[in-house]
């Protein structure tokens, strides 16, 4: 199965808003760490989520995280 493209080596540390957020999981989206639809034809989809209040979030930037959409450090492995 191919892998996700690394959009960058670190998370994406947004203060967002309540609401719907939609966190590209391909790597390919000019709107990271949001979903544009670049996935479209790949074997990579979205990731939905629904955050009840403002908060930080740290978003996963190398789409290699065992925690998606959110970052867990496996940044620091990749070469």
Not at 47 to 75: F, M, R, T
């Amino acid at each position: 199965m191919p892998e996700p493209k690394v959009a960058q080596k670190g998370p994406y540390v947004v203060d967002e808003s309540r609401g719907k957020k939609v966190w590209c999981g391909c790597g390919l989206s000019q709107r990271q760490p949001y979903c544009d639809g670049a996935h479209s034809g790949s074997d990579f989809g979205p990731e939905i989520v629904h955050l009840d209040s403002p908060q930080k979030v740290a978003w996963c930037g190398c789409k290699q995280s065992n925690n998606k959409p959110y970052c867990d450090g496996s940044h620091a492995k990749l070469k």
